[in-house]
């Protein structure tokens, strides 16, 4: 017998971290929330529900210049966002140690930075004529191709003091304190009309659908939503544990799933902050060390196959130093995989009960903004739940499928053979398909946007380009006068970047002065 559908009048959102606050706010701010000021009769209830006893996961410092954008549209401006969250500013990653262990002859780190490469000349792109030998001796693709890398190596921020909300010459993301972050979009999506439950859900019950009847919490009783989404957490308390949907474990492709995080003070209070997350690579996975205003948020992620708890931590105090003295880590453990489905019957899940991949690269918020962002514009006003449904598990399966090939990209094309974790992950077994074909074509040329479908995509091909070029990859490209004929202008054109560079460091204030910038603005 076929159910009408019910129109979607209310949904309800568990939990309450940065998947859970972002797609309420975001919902509220593009379907309207009935409890906002002045809202219409067409409006969404929308309620949040979260557990005062279980927490935030509290990590997740680092994003993707995507977020800029999100606060724009929920209506977060920047010295508002600086200011409460602790933020700094992200021009891109520091990937140090990645290509050779540590006191090997050759470059001991390599950059990926937000800005593209320049575009001219003629809006051919850079990157051939670079690996043909235009750009001056020995200078890496990132640098030659942007004055973005030049500009974070020497402490200088991507925007003047005077640039509008959330522009500036150079592309950029942010660092930031995730608890308060959390509070931040808490404050902001209640103001605009988001209903908070403080209760802890202990038991979900199906209907004779199989679809989500209610959820029941210890302090608010029962909790009934047309739609419900699933922001639990590593939890997943309605699409695993309720809906029993499976989860995809890709622990064969990407090995880390534990890390030690610890919060780390500044040895004085002007220390630099670098505008870069440092990633640096150790015997069985990374360290991420990310300046904040007020302190550093350093952790260690690694692989339980090829090291022990004892053994990591010494590893994240050899990194810190003594600053880790009198300092313990938090340890967490990371189911590294996704949901086939995302969206199962009346139920969505948003972060990590969906997935979570690793911190390289900050999939993590960047995939939360995508399926906010998915739910606000394909949301079933009418109750027909499965087309969306289809549309929404394509759209976030290819993009997780994606990002395990660009993820498994930084750690496969290794030369390091110094510790079994860096061998294993050359292994051809571990690594996808779709990545082995890409790699085998650009063998004999340089990867070109086609490559990519850019919808489907986090991270733009130059992201790729910088990182395959980071890591060194031997393209022997076809390749002669005929076939790229714009050479002395692409010469030119690098020789322009650097010089241009030098004058950006004239125009750009360092970074500490930016953020006390907004600081001050109040
Ligand atoms: P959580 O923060 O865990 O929130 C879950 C919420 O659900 C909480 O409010 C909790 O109280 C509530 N809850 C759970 N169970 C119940 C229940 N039964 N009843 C009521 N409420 C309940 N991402 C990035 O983009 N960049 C990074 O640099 C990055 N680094 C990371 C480093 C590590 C080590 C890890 C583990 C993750 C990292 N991530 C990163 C991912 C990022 O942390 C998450 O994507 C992000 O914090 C979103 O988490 P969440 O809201 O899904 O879950």
């Not at 911190?359 to 939360?368: A, C, M, Q, T, V």
């Amino acid at each position: 017998m076929k159910t009408i559908p019910t129109p979607v009048k209310h949904v309800l959102i568990v939990g309450g971290g940065t998947a859970g606050w972002l797609t309420a706010a975001f919902l509220a701010r593009t379907l309207g929330a009935d409890a906002a000021p002045g809202a219409g009769a067409d409006s969404v209830r929308i309620t949040l529900v979260e557990s005062k006893e279980i927490g935030i996961i509290g990590v997740g410092e680092g994003t993707f210049p995507s977020i800029r954008g999100t606060l724009a549209a929920i209506g977060i401006d920047e010295a508002r966002f600086i200011r409460e969250c602790n933020a700094t500013f992200k021009q891109g990653i520091k990937f140090t140690d990645w290509v050779r262990p540590p006191g090997t002859p050759g470059n001991d780190h390599y950059f990926h930075p937000f800005s593209l490469p320049s575009q001219r000349p003629g809006g051919a792109e850079l990157l051939p004529y670079w690996l043909q030998g235009a750009a001056p001796a020995g200078v890496g693709f990132a640098a030659a191709a942007t004055m973005q890398k030049r500009v974070a190596d020497a402490s200088h921020g991507p925007k003047r003091f005077n640039d509008a909300d959330f522009m500036g010459p150079l592309n950029y993301a942010y660092h930031f304190d995730a608890g308060k972050f959390a509070t931040l979009l808490s404050t902001h999506a209640q103001s605009l009309g988001v209903r908070h439950v403080l209760a802890t859900v202990e038991r979900v019950t199906l209907d004779g659908q199989g679809a989500i009847g209610a959820v029941h919490t210890k302090e608010a009783g029962e909790l009934t939503a047309d739609l419900y989404i699933d922001c639990t957490g590593f939890r997943a308390a309605l699409i695993g544990d309720a809906l029993g949907t499976p989860f995809r474990n890709i622990n064969d492709t990407l090995f880390v799933d534990r890390a030690l995080a610890m919060q780390v003070p500044y040895d004085t209070a002007d220390a630099p902050i670098p505008s870069y997350t440092i990633a640096t690579a150790h015997e069985a996975g990374w360290t991420w060390d990310i300046g904040l205003h007020q302190r550093r948020g350093i952790g260690y992620v690694y692989s339980s196959r090829h090291t022990d708890d004892t053994r990591a931590e010494q590893v994240l105090r050899a990194y810190i130093g003594k600053a880790s003295d009198g300092l313990n880590p938090r340890q967490l453990k990371l189911n590294v995989g996704y949901r086939e489905q995302h969206w199962v019957k009346n139920c969505v899940a948003v972060g990590l009960s969906g997935g979570f991949l690793e911190p390289l690269e900050s999939s993590g918020i960047g995939l939360i903004e995508t399926a906010a962002y998915l739910v606000s514009y394909l949301f079933p006003h009418d109750g027909e739940m499965a087309p969306v449904a289809r549309v929404f598990n394509e759209m976030m399966k290819a993009r997780y499928e994606r990002i395990v090939d660009f993820v498994k990209l930084h750690y496969c094309l290794t030369q390091r053979r110094d510790h079994a974790f860096w061998t294993d992950n050359t292994a051809p077994a571990s690594i996808p398909e779709s990545l082995r074909d890409k790699l085998a074509m650009w063998r004999r040329r340089a990867p070109h946007r086609m490559d990519f479908v850019v919808d489907l995509e986090m991270y733009p091909p130059s992201s790729w380009q910088y990182v395959l070029y980071g890591m060194e990859y031997p393209t022997a490209q076809y390749a002669n006068a005929s076939t790229l004929p714009r050479f002395e202008e692409a010469r030119k054109e690098f020789q322009m970047i650097e010089l241009m560079s030098h004058r950006a460091l004239a125009d750009l204030p360092t970074h500490r002065a930016l953020i006390d910038h907004f600081l001050q603005r109040g």
